[in-house]
């Protein structure tokens, strides 16, 4: 089961940490508020009151062995940078973190936030793609638990033909693009021949289930292709 540490419980963190609890992941809330904690206690695992620019106090929590962490502090600064950078110092792998400008984001890329989130702007312009464009679908969030997942430089892929891989069959993944890493040129529907590079940056479609199961695989080492069962 995924771990992760929602830090802020406003709205955006609220309903992030809720829907994470939904599709079963292990979700502990921090919020500097009672009001926010009270909100949250039944929508995820765990809601508490705590301050998270304490490094002392997240480690007396346990957050140094979440598999990832999301920073959603909505409008003090300095408590989003002191908090991302504690998670980073006690070694969580993925660190996630609401900006709240452009200078803000530096600066938490300075203490090595993995992902700047924008969520306001990033709105607005998916708004502003489906006002201008109403046939496209972006994303498949509730077609049968479908997605479309970005695989970034995945681990045992490098030097493999694509069809050594054989997604479809193992996992029922299909590539449908593959951003090369060196000049980022997209390849669509790539063919069985393709050599994976260091670098490529996978675009996948499958079910969330699927794509659980192939990350695992990643993980663990386990994506040698079988001989004699290789597909195009």
Known sequence: MLQIAIIGLGNFGYYLGRELYRRGCDVIGLDSQTGMVQKAKNDLSQAVVADATDKETLMALGLGQVDLAVVTIGTNMLASILASFHLKEMGIQRVYAKALSEEHELILKRVGVDEILFPERDLAMNLAQRIQNPNLIEYLPSIQDFGIFELDDPRG??????KE????????????????????????IPKGDYIIRSGDVFILLGANADMSRLLKDIESGRMEAPRGKQGD
């Open 157 to 162: 892929f490098a030097g493999k033909a694509l």
């Open 165 to 188: 891989l054989n997604l479809i069959n193992r996992y029922g993944i299909q590539v449908i693009a593959i951003r090369e890493g060196a000049d980022e040129r997209l390849t669509f």
